[in-house]
């Protein structure tokens, strides 16, 4: 079964960091832009970050200069790094990205999703 397997999700505290990954399971990234949405309780989910494999990167207004998206193309796997972290950043962080397994095309596929709790 395709799946995108999340980690790194926890509690910390305000100016803290946590680091994300999101490995495809079963399957293999397409070309096209990976990235992390995340949703607050009571909020839409709202992007945060893509990045391409070309490693071309777009971030959220709200993150820029604080969070950092990665790729590694050769073990399907993209990467938050998440520093200088507010309260505002808590909520359930999915990763999202178009996957390939044995001749079928998953576009748009999502994670599980990952909770990050920032406390005061």
């Known amino acids: 079964q395709v799946q995108l397997v999340e980690s790194g999700g926890g509690l910390v505290q305000a100016g803290g960091s946590l680091r994300l990954s999101c490995a495809a399971s079963r399957s293999t990234f397409n070309a096209n832009a990976a990235g992390w949405y995340r949703q607050a309780p009571g909020k839409q989910r709202e992007l945060v970050a893509t990045?391409?494999?070309?490693?071309?990167?777009k971030y959220a207004d709200s993150v820029k200069d604080r969070f950092t998206i990665s790729r590694d193309n050769g073990k399907n796997t993209v990467y938050l790094q998440m520093n200088s972290l507010n309260i505002e950043d808590t909520a359930v962080y999915y990763c999202?990205?178009?996957?390939?397994?044995?001749?079928?095309?998953?576009?748009?596929?999502w994670g599980q999703g990952t909770q990050v709790t920032v406390s005061s």
């Open positions: 990045v391409t494999a070309g490693g071309v990167t």
């Open positions: 999202n990205a178009d996957l390939w397994s044995l001749g079928v095309y998953y576009p748009h596929y």
